[in-house]
Structure formats: structure tokens, C-alpha cells
């Protein structure tokens, strides 16, 4: 191993002194590398600078229609600037429908169903990660099979359970499926408890600890990035989520956001300016909630950061 060792440090020395005899034969030779290494940033600040605008520029879109007339909005050629800022645009999309008890409607249903996202996904994964059983693997690759399976399929299957259990026009077809684990937030968080210790395991059950509290006090804390990303989908998807209202509630008071925007169009026109402020409106919450788990949805993404 000392052998190998100086003939690396031998094969480092012989590329520091080619680079010396470069940079002797050719003073600039340094200047060279700076400037390109300059050339590269620079390159590549403005390649995404470039990708940045494109992707804002939906946004930027919506943001300027909702601040416009409809004359100015059904006006050709389009313009990227309203003439008037009409911030009472706001108000007054605000004010075409009970949107503060959509919003109440919406909230409760995505607080519900993050939390039971959160728990059951984590619950079943730590199962699957940590606690040995027959028939394990092949129950786990069924669940994996799960995801191959189009939503649409069973969507007919869930809506007549749900009508047979009474459920229709409530809330439970929204809510309750959320705590009987998801396929892709199952492996997510499997992926996480994987890198935690058995033999920390081992220590918590020497000490008396059941598998119900190894969870509740070492999983979940050790595995917040990946529980952050789970809560931030569940979030986004049910705060989103139009066809499940949409099929399931029937009566106004308790329609979500998503339906609420519905009131904006007609069977002979569309108000596009409030209905870009709703949208807006309902887009922010989302906005806020990525910003402020935005460091642990990145660590959530990347498995290999799981029990660090």
C-alpha cells in the first residue's frame, strides 16, 4: 500500500510540475484558465436566467390578466402590461362567491388529510423497512405494482363503495383514503428508514421499546426531510384537487376552492380576469408552503440524504 501511495503522490507531482512548465513556457497560461472558468459561470447564470423567465412567464401572465379589463384582456394583439392596475379585481373575485368558507372547506380537508398522509405512509414504511416478516419483499413489490395502475381505473369502483357506505356529499371520500398509505410516499419514506441503524433499533428494544414507540420517537424525527416532502405533496395535491369535490360534494356549502373558481365560467363566456385572481389567490398558499419546507423537500427528494 506505501508503494502505491508514492506512486500517486509521484503521478500528482508530475501533474503539478507539467502545470508549472505550461504556465513558465506561456505566462498567461493561468489568465486562460480564469477567463474560461469566468466564461463558463457567466454562461451558465445566463442559461438559467433564460429557463428562470421562461417558466415565471405563465405566471407573470396571469398576474397582468387579472389586473386587466375584459376589453383589454379580448384585445389583439394580446399586451404583456395592463394599461390600468385594476387591483379591485381582487375584491371584487373575492366577492362574487363565499370564497371565505371555500377557503375554511378547503383548509380543513388539507389539513386532514396531510396529517393522515403523513401518518400512515410513515407507519407502513417503517413496517416495511424495519420490522421482519414472511412474504415481506413480495408484499412491498405489490404495493410498488400499485403505481402502474391508471387512477381513472378505480375511480368508478371508489364512487360506488362511497355511495354505498352513505358518503356521498360529505367529506369522508375525501378524506379517509389518506389513511391507507400511498404507494410512492410508502417507498419514499421506506427509502429513509432503510439508512437508519438497526442497531439503534436493537439498542430502543433492549430498553423495552416496542416497535409502535421506536417509530413515534426515532423514525419520525430522524426522517423529517423525507416527512416534509411527503406533507408538501399531500398538501399541493389536496389543496388542488378538483375532480374529487367535483364528483363527491353536491352541496354549495361545502364545495372547495377548486369548485368555487367554477363560478367565473359560463356556458357563453368566461370572466378571464377574475378568474386569473382566483386562480392567483389559491395558487399562493402553495407558493408559501414550498418556500418555507423548500430545504427539506430538496433533502426529501434525495434518498441518499435519508438518517443524516
Request: charged fraction near 10%.
Amino acid at each position: 500500500m506505501a508503494k502505491t501511495t508514492d506512486n500517486l503522490d509521484y503521478l500528482d507531482s508530475a501533474d503539478d510540475l507539467k502545470t508549472l512548465d505550461k504556465a513558465n513556457e506561456n505566462p498567461s497560461f493561468f489568465e486562460h484558465r480564469g477567463n474560461r472558468k469566468t466564461f463558463l459561470v457567466v454562461f451558465n447564470f445566463i442559461l438559467l436566467a433564460i429557463g428562470s423567465l421562461l417558466i415565471l412567464s405563465p405566471l407573470w401572465w396571469m398576474f397582468a390578466t387579472s389586473l386587466k379589463t375584459m376589453a383589454e384582456v379580448m384585445s389583439f394583439p394580446p399586451s404583456f402590461w395592463p394599461e390600468n392596475w385594476l387591483f379591485s379585481n381582487y375584491i371584487k373575485t373575492w366577492e362574487a362567491a363565499p370564497f371565505t368558507r371555500y377557503t375554511i372547506n378547503t383548509l380543513t380537508i388539507t389539513i386532514i388529510v396531510v396529517i393522515g398522509n403523513v401518518l400512515s405512509n410513515s407507519f407502513i414504511a417503517y413496517g416495511f423497512a424495519k420490522i421482519p416478516f414472511r412474504g415481506k419483499n413480495i408484499l412491498f413489490a405489490i404495493v410498488l405494482a400499485t403505481m402502474m395502475i391508471p387512477g381513472f381505473v378505480t375511480l368508478i369502483p371508489q364512487y360506488v363503495l362511497f355511495a354505498n357506505l352513505g358518503w356521498v356529499n360529505t367529506y369522508y371520500p375525501l378524506i379517509v383514503p389518506s389513511f391507507f398509505g400511498s404507494a410512492f410516499n410508502i417507498f419514499l419514506l421506506r427509502q429513509f428508514y432503510m439508512t437508519i441503524p438497526t442497531e439503534l433499533i436493537e439498542a430502543a428494544k433492549m430498553e423495552g421499546a416496542n416497535h409502535f414507540y421506536i417509530w413515534w420517537k426515532i423514525g419520525l424525527p430522524l426522517t423529517k426531510p423525507a416527512i416534509a416532502t411527503v406533507a408538501i405533496f399531500s398538501f399541493n395535491g389536496a389543496w388542488n384537487d378538483f375532480l374529487g369535490p367535483l364528483l363527491y360534494l353536491n352541496d354549495e356549502k361545502l364545495y372547495t376552492l377548486q369548485i368555487g373558481l367554477q363560478v367565473f365560467k359560463g356556458q357563453l363566456s368566461t370572466q378571464w380576469n377574475y378568474l386569473m385572481a382566483g386562480s392567483l389567490l389559491v395558487l399562493l398558499p402553495v407558493i408559501l408552503i414550498f418556500f418555507i419546507f423548500q430545504k427539506y423537500f430538496i433533502q426529501g427528494i434525495n434518498l441518499q440524504s435519508g438518517g443524516k
